[in-house]
């Protein structure tokens, strides 16, 4: 079955620095998408990517997800507290949408 | 506001008792999902509903879980005989075609 690994399971960051965190699965994606949680509350979606090479950006969040279409990478650009949160990865399984596969998750501190 | 709705959106319910949570989806919305979270196990698909009919009852745990949908929209997921592990909280998700899965805040259920 396929498996969603994100890197790092945690992060700390000083407000203004830049990361970026993985996101690698054991087979071909064909649907990706990133989600952010913040303690006790849903997930917030940020961006689907669906194509090899693909780039989104929103605000100060990339994502991209490579040509091989196995590994996808969000990257923060000069981090604010309101960016902390844990950030999940999911992937549908192929075809239409269906249900979802989620990493475990990668949870950001941002320090003012 | 039209996001997904869940109430309650918390649980505290004595082992042996059966308990029902509820999904409001977003409005138009044909596909809806179950989710659960608990600590340390990450986000685990429950069931998958298109319209009113269940076509993915795969991730149900045991026979103990059962979900319906109603009119094409509000959807319930009752557990009966809670035990002890099935404390977690319980996203419920829906999409249409050609979107991402929005998700609603959750239940957090917890079986002392």
């Known amino acids: 079955s396929q498996e969603l690994e994100q890197s790092p399971q945690s992060l700390i960051v000083q407000e203004g620095k830049n990361l970026t965190i993985n996101c690698t699965s054991s087979k071909t994606l064909y649907g990706l998408y990133w989600y952010k949680q913040k303690y006790g509350e849903g997930l917030i979606f940020l961006m689907m990517l669906q194509k090899g090479g693909e780039e989104k950006s929103h605000e100060k969040i990339t994502a991209k997800l490579d040509e091989k279409k196995q590994q996808s990478s969000l990257h923060i650009t000069a981090s604010q507290p309101s960016h902390a949160g844990i950030y999940l990865c999911?992937?549908?399984?192929?075809?239409?949408?269906?249900?979802?596969?989620f990493g475990k998750g990668t949870k950001l501190s941002v320090k003012p | 506001g039209a996001g997904v709705s869940q109430s309650p959106s918390n649980k505290v319910t004595e082992k042996g008792k059966d308990v029902e949570l509820r999904c409001d989806p977003i409005?138009?919305?044909?596909?809806l999902y179950w989710y659960r979270q608990s600590l340390g196990q990450g986000l685990e698909f429950l069931i998958y509903?298109?319209?009113?009919?269940?076509?993915?009852k795969s991730g149900l745990p045991s026979d103990r879980f059962s979900a319906e949908r109603t009119g094409g929209s509000v959807s319930t997921l009752t557990i009966q005989r809670t035990q002890q592990e099935d404390s977690a909280v319980y996203l419920c998700a829906s999409h249409r075609s050609g979107t991402p899965q929005y998700f609603g805040p959750g239940t957090r259920l917890t079986v002392t």
């Open positions: 999911g992937a549908s399984k192929g075809g239409s949408q269906g249900n979802l596969i």
């Open positions: 409005s138009g919305h044909t596909a």
């Open positions: 509903f298109q319209g009113n009919s269940a076509p993915d």
